[in-house]
């Protein structure tokens, strides 16, 4: 990390062409976070601010005092805290050609830098590391002020000490969750969140799910589990919107192993069940269709995001649906439906 | 890829100027039916549609999309746009059909995020 030449190099497969292996939904889940931090960090926070400078009128042999002792190989050269030049080990071999120690860094400096902006993102930075084949860039600020340097290094750092803040956060995170049920002594304890459904209230369908989703990421399940219990319980929150008479409730009930998702509704009630878990069986109306909903695939889509569903109904008295995720022994969060 | 490279491909005009576009997105998924995108799409990919009602949004929040694109320059009620808005989901319109977007983006190298589509 000590070398300051801006000399080149091959661009390895991975920058040239990017990730082209298929991943799975617990890779991408992975991977994605790096690239996501890839654009969340800014390059301000994984540089190196504390710098070794040279000024245009130095003379070169008190440059190369400066990289003999500091044991580097080039330094930017700043003048009125402007990025003016770097000056590398290369042009003093310059200048030894000439002979000529009696100089000053301006003469043999490199005068068009490539830069990087401290405000951008670090794939900004790999971005110009991987055009300009460089090892190293200067920072500057938004008025072309020297603030640091940008190695490759630095960007693995700033990824690895954000990853490390962000497995700390998860971890308290699902230490606190878990206490919820290890802490509170009971034979069973249960947490449980109702939602009122209104019946035809199509512009707050789908908020209670939300909630469901974001309730159960709290409580520490993986993002696969929350995914399967989001969507099934908004579809089944879209067919309390449809088809009931006066809504009805949906129902959250999380223990350590088990989450059970039920709504319930008082009437019409469905008088052919086996009919409605038929794919593409439908008694949506025009309107319910325009807007992309019933299919026909509701509680076709339900069965296959849990583990077990049931539904009861009585023709005139309402509907009961109930669906069961099982939870691995060890945690709350699972990893997926077992296949 | 970037959802900024995504906007001018589709030649999009941003409705939430609110958000922030500078949003990495890994795959495309198109589809009108809602239970079909809830079936079959996998996260972290933009939807294209030519639904723009509010469900659109809510279906792509549960399913963990990015951003969606609408497409034959439809505008969304301003419901839409709120509720994307609150939940943080870039809207774009573009006046391209939903093959030409779809294969312009495809040939820009974004590939299909559409899961299994079984419905077993």
Same mark, same amino acid.
């Given at each position: 990390?000590? &070398?300051?030449?801006?000399?080149?190099? #091959?661009?390895?497969?991975?920058?040239?062409?990017?990730?082209?292996?298929? +991943? $799975?939904?617990?890779?991408?889940?992975?991977?994605?976070?790096?690239?996501?931090?890839?654009?969340?960090?800014?390059?301000?926070?994984?540089?190196?601010?504390?710098?070794?400078?040279?000024?245009?009128?130095?003379?070169?042999?008190?440059?190369?005092?400066?990289?003999?002792?500091?044991?580097?190989?080039?330094?930017?050269?700043?003048?009125?805290?402007?990025?003016?030049?770097?000056?590398?080990?290369?042009?003093?071999?310059?200048?030894?050609?000439?002979?000529?120690?009696?100089?000053?860094?301006?003469?043999?400096?490199?005068?068009?830098? +490539?830069?990087?902006?401290?405000? &951008?993102?670090?794939?900004?930075?790999?971005? $110009?590391? %991987?055009?300009?084949?460089?090892?190293?860039?200067? +920072?500057?600020?938004?008025?072309?002020?020297?603030?640091?340097?940008?190695?490759?290094?630095?960007? %693995?750092?700033?990824?690895?000490?954000?990853?490390?803040?962000?497995?700390?956060?998860?971890?308290?995170?699902?230490?606190?969750?878990?206490?919820?049920?290890?802490?509170?002594?009971?034979?069973? $304890? *249960?947490?449980?969140?109702?939602?009122? /459904?209104?019946?035809?209230?199509?512009?707050?369908?789908?908020?209670?799910?939300?909630?469901?989703?974001?309730?159960?990421?709290?409580?520490?399940?993986?993002? #696969?589990?929350?995914?399967?219990?989001?969507?099934?319980?908004? &579809?089944?929150?879209?067919?309390? /919107?449809?088809?009931?008479?006066?809504?009805?409730?949906?129902?959250?009930?999380?223990?350590?192993?088990?989450?059970?998702?039920? %709504? $319930?509704?008082?009437?019409?009630?469905?008088?052919?069940?086996?009919? +409605?878990?038929?794919?593409?069986?439908?008694?949506?109306?025009?309107?319910?269709?325009?807007?992309?909903?019933?299919?026909?695939?509701?509680?076709?889509?339900?069965?296959?995001?849990?583990?077990?569903?049931?539904?009861?109904?009585?023709?005139?008295?309402?509907?009961?649906? *109930?669906?069961?995720?099982?939870?691995?022994?060890? %945690?709350?969060?699972?990893?997926?439906?077992? *296949? | 890829?970037?959802?900024?490279?995504?906007? =001018?491909?589709?030649?999009?005009?941003?409705?939430?100027? =609110?958000?922030?576009?500078?949003?990495?997105?890994?795959?495309?998924?198109?589809?009108?039916?809602?239970?079909?995108?809830?079936?079959?799409?996998? @996260?972290?990919?933009?939807?294209?549609?030519?639904?723009?009602?509010?469900?659109?949004?809510?279906?792509? !929040?549960?399913? =963990?999309?990015?951003?969606?694109?609408?497409?034959?320059?439809?505008?969304? !009620?301003?419901?839409?746009?709120?509720?994307?808005? !609150? =939940?943080?989901?870039?809207?774009?319109?573009? @006046?391209?059909?939903?093959?030409?977007?779809?294969?312009?983006?495809?040939?820009?190298?974004?590939?299909?995020?559409?899961?299994?589509?079984?419905?077993?």
């Amino acid at each position: 990390m000590k &070398e300051m030449s801006q000399q080149t190099r #091959q661009p390895t497969e991975q920058e040239k062409y990017g990730r082209h292996r298929p +991943v $799975t939904d617990r890779d991408a889940q992975e991977i994605n976070r790096v690239e996501e931090l890839s654009y969340d960090l800014k390059i301000r926070e994984v540089m190196t601010s504390n710098l070794h400078t040279a000024t245009p009128d130095m003379p070169l042999l008190k440059v190369l005092e400066i990289l003999r002792v500091n044991r580097i190989s080039g330094v930017p050269v700043v003048q009125d805290g402007k990025l003016v030049g770097i000056f590398s080990i290369e042009d003093i071999v310059r200048a030894l050609e000439k002979n000529d120690f009696s100089s000053t860094v301006s003469q043999y400096m490199t005068r068009e830098v +490539v830069t990087v902006a401290e405000y &951008e993102s670090i794939v900004k930075a790999i971005q $110009t590391f %991987t055009d300009s084949r460089l090892g190293r860039l200067p +920072v500057v600020n938004k008025d072309d002020e020297l603030v640091g340097m940008i190695t490759k290094g630095d960007i %693995t750092r700033g990824i690895l000490l954000a990853l490390q803040r962000d497995y700390k956060e998860e971890e308290l995170r699902r230490y606190r969750a878990s206490h919820l049920f290890e802490d509170i002594i009971s034979d069973r $304890t *249960t947490l449980v969140l109702r939602y009122n /459904i209104k019946a035809g209230d199509f512009t707050h369908g789908g908020n209670a799910s939300g909630n469901i989703k974001r309730a159960l990421l709290r409580l520490g399940a993986d993002a #696969q589990l929350a995914r399967r219990c989001g969507i099934a319980a908004y &579809e089944a929150e879209m067919n309390l /919107i449809i088809h009931t008479n006066n809504g009805g409730i949906l129902k959250l009930e999380v223990e350590p192993h088990k989450i059970t998702l039920s %709504t $319930t509704d008082d009437g019409p009630g469905i008088p052919d069940i086996e009919k +409605v878990l038929q794919p593409g069986y439908s008694t949506a109306t025009d309107k319910v269709r325009e807007m992309g909903f019933g299919a026909g695939m509701g509680l076709v889509n339900i069965k296959r995001c849990v583990d077990k569903m049931e539904l009861e109904s009585t023709v005139g008295k309402g509907s009961k649906l *109930t669906m069961r995720i099982t939870v691995p022994p060890e %945690t709350i969060a699972s990893k997926g439906k077992p *296949t | 890829m970037n959802l900024n490279d995504i906007i =001018e491909l589709s030649e999009g005009e941003v409705l939430t100027p =609110e958000l922030s576009t500078d949003v990495n997105i890994h795959g495309g998924y198109c589809a009108d039916l809602m239970s079909d995108v809830l079936a079959s799409s996998r @996260p972290r990919a933009v939807l294209i549609t030519g639904l723009t009602n509010p469900q659109v949004v809510r279906t792509a !929040q549960i399913a =963990e999309f990015r951003a969606i694109i609408f497409i034959r320059g439809k505008q969304p !009620q301003q419901e839409t746009i709120e509720i994307a808005i !609150q =939940e943080n989901m870039p809207l774009i319109t573009s @006046p391209l059909g939903m093959f030409e977007l779809t294969g312009r983006l495809h040939d820009a190298g974004l590939k299909s995020y559409e899961g299994n589509v079984s419905t077993n």
